[in-house]
């Protein structure tokens, strides 16, 4: 359940060109706090037995639902989510992906960074202001709760009469919403016994591809109608309806736990308008690659022929596919065509998979719209390089930063470091680079075996960083995969991408620094690396991991601290776990 209540309205006026994001940010909270409406949700999270492609699951719902529900606010809005834990056996935490929480670090809903989890029967409240209109997401973040369904999609509109800093540069007649997932028949527990395991039981390719919560598995029949009920109404094709000669935007996330996505709607080019909350030069796309954490708006026209339906499809990218075809209905009103009825063409099956070079070359035409540049610093003071690379530990198969793999402390970070409860985390920093002279990112590493650590990187408040994401070869010869890496509580500046390995001495001279474009979840493409840069200006501890969820679960993730002197009082809540039990805080 959500209601929306309170306020009055205020334009935002121009900012100085020098400090035009600070004066920009600084106008979007005042005109915040002059809106002051609030937006609730209820929900209660419990397991419940789901049908997203037809075949029966348990999966995390959300009132019984599975994706949950779409939050809807005005930038400057405060969103209270009352949310109880009815998983009996189960704890819980929700992360609100591109939300910033300026001001309230601890409702960032990641369990052992900001929080300890909610315990079940226990209920938590989360409270935070949407600072910045756009289209972002939410989902668990405890285990792997991700890929058993608690997700959904936020959506930040423009305040009414807003000025020319926060005002949309594109216009359209209508809009929908396509929240993308990945979908696997076994239970979480099962994908992280094996994720574990020596050796690794890999969780494989997903069986099914969702649109909305909503796909079909191709084998339905081989499993019996008992298992798998291929007239379900929750596997039904879900449809998007226009009326033709109209522009529509469509806000499209990816919540997969695995897959990197190609995402296309039949016969109609896409104008790419909008990515993570911030307004993009507009190009034009057949189709879109889309990776998990990413949002993006695009415009299309209803301009073709009315009297058929056409097919909305997501494949599977940078991964050699093993799930069909992902597919939704577009159709027209006043069309011939019933709007159920099935295209008369195939499905578009996008791309060749391993094409690397036509998902760089989307993302380096991303770059922000020239009325909404906001010019990054021109250099950093702090460059940290970070080698992606897959390793062992005692003879178990992880991720790793540097040679580092990291795990999550008992007590979370942001109440250690407040609190000053020493012993609850490695004192001792990561390392900040690698061998980056010699180091073959297209071999196997002669000696694969690592270190694990809990420790993070304390960042002076204030200070521009910038951040190198290195991809490498992976344990298996000629193997290097995509990693898609979302930070918590920022955006940054996405500075440039490259093929190889990257120079310090050379690399930084290519860097875009006229229009890059501000994200809070980037690509790191096959040996490959991508620059990023952001001001250390939220003070808090702030997640920066893969959002890949087995590569997160297998050590793939850093975490960053920054002013928790200027933090204010913890709530009680976020305690209750590690050192904070007992009223050890």
Same mark, same amino acid.
Request: proline residues 8%; glycine residues 10%; contains cysteine.
């Given at each position: 359940?959500?209601?929306? @209540? ?5 334009? &935002? ?26 937006? #609730? ?22 009132? /019984? ?18 949310? *109880?834990?009815?998983? &009996? ?5 929700? #992360? ?34 949407? @600072? ?9 973040? =405890? ?7 608690? %997700? ?8 009414? !009469?807003? !000025? ?47 649109? %909305? ?9 081989? +499993?019996?109608? $008992? ?18 000669? *109209?522009? =529509? ?17 039949? /016969? ?24 998990? /954490?990413?949002?993006?708006?695009? &415009? ?29 209905? +577009? ?23 391993? @094409?690397?070079? =036509? ?12 009325? #909404? ?5 021109? *250099? ?8 992606? $690379? ?12 540097? %040679? ?9 970070? +942001? ?50 960083? @910038? ?7 992976? +344990? ?36 875009? &620094? ?30 920066? #991991? ?10 793939? !993730? ?28």
């Amino acid at each position: 359940m959500s209601k929306r @209540d309170g306020g009055a309205m205020v334009s &935002l006026g121009g900012a100085p060109p020098l400090q035009r994001l600070l004066c920009c940010l600084f106008l979007m909270i005042c005109a915040a706090v002059a809106q002051a409406k609030t937006v #609730h949700e209820s929900w209660d999270i419990s397991y419940q037995f789901a049908y997203p492609d037809c075949v029966r699951k348990l999966a995390v719902t959300i009132n /019984g639902h599975t994706p949950g529900p779409t939050i809807r606010a005005v930038q400057g809005d405060t969103v209270v989510v009352t949310v *109880r834990n009815s998983l &009996l056996t189960e704890n819980v935490a929700i #992360h609100w992906h591109g939300i910033r929480q300026i001001g309230t670090p601890w409702a960032d809903g990641t369990e052992g960074v900001t929080q300890c989890p909610v315990l079940p029967g226990d209920t938590f409240v989360y409270t935070f202001v949407v @600072d910045r209109p756009g289209t972002y997401m939410y989902h668990a973040h =405890y285990g792997m709760q991700r890929s058993a369904g608690l %997700n959904g999609m936020i959506v930040v509109s423009v305040p009414p !009469g807003a !000025g020319p800093d926060v005002a949309e540069p594109f216009k359209y007649d209508g809009e929908h919403e396509v929240l993308l997932n990945d979908w696997w028949h076994k239970s979480t527990y099962e994908q992280a016994a094996g994720l574990a395991s020596v050796p690794l039981v890999w969780v494989g390719e997903p069986q099914s591809l969702l649109i %909305n919560g909503h796909g079909r598995f191709v084998n339905c029949s081989a +499993l019996g109608e $008992s298992v798998c009920n291929a007239t379900h109404p929750e596997c039904s094709t879900p449809v998007f309806a226009v009326v033709p000669g *109209r522009t =529509y935007r469509f806000r499209i996330g990816s919540m997969t736990s695995l897959s990197a996505l190609n995402f296309e709607i039949e /016969g109609h080019p896409m104008t790419v308008v909008e990515t993570d909350g911030h307004y993009v030069k507009p190009f034009v796309v057949k189709n879109l690659n889309i990776y998990s /954490g990413e949002t993006y708006s695009v &415009l299309i026209t209803a301009d073709q022929d009315p009297n058929r339906n056409y097919w909305l499809a997501s494949n599977v990218v940078s991964r050699k596919p093993g799930t069909p075809t992902g597919t939704a209905v +577009l159709t027209y009103y006043g069309g011939r065509s019933s709007p159920r009825a099935v295209p008369p063409t195939t499905p578009p099956v996008g791309p060749a998979w391993n @094409d690397t070079t =036509y998902r760089i070359n989307q993302s380096v035409a991303t770059v922000a719209h020239p009325a #909404h540049v906001y010019t990054p610093p021109p *250099r950093s003071d702090r460059t940290i390089l970070l080698l992606n $690379s897959q390793n062992k530990i005692d003879g178990r198969i992880r991720w790793a930063l540097n %040679n580092v793999s990291f795990s999550l402390p008992h007590t979370p970070y +942001l109440v250690a470091l407040k609190d000053k409860l020493h012993g609850t985390f490695d004192p001792r920093p990561p390392p900040e680079t690698y061998n980056h002279t010699a180091y073959d990112v297209y071999g196997v590493q002669a000696n694969p075996n690592a270190t694990s650590s809990d420790g993070l990187y304390r960042l002076e408040f204030g200070s521009v960083v @910038d951040v190198v994401l290195q991809n490498a070869n992976m +344990l298996a010869a000629n193997n290097s995969e995509t990693h898609p890496w979302h930070l918590h509580g920022h955006d940054f500046w996405v500075l440039g991408y490259g093929v190889g390995r990257f120079d310090p001495a050379v690399h930084p001279a290519t860097y875009n &620094l006229r229009d890059p474009i501000l994200k809070n979840t980037v690509a790191v493409h096959p040996y490959g690396w991508t620059a990023l840069r952001w001001r250390a200006d939220n003070p808090g501890v702030w997640a920066f #991991h893969c959002h890949i969820e087995s590569h997160f679960f297998m050590g793939m !993730g850093v975490v960053f601290e920054e002013g928790i002197e200027r933090v204010g009082k913890l709530p009680q809540e976020i305690m209750g776990c590690g050192s904070s039990k007992g009223g050890h805080h």
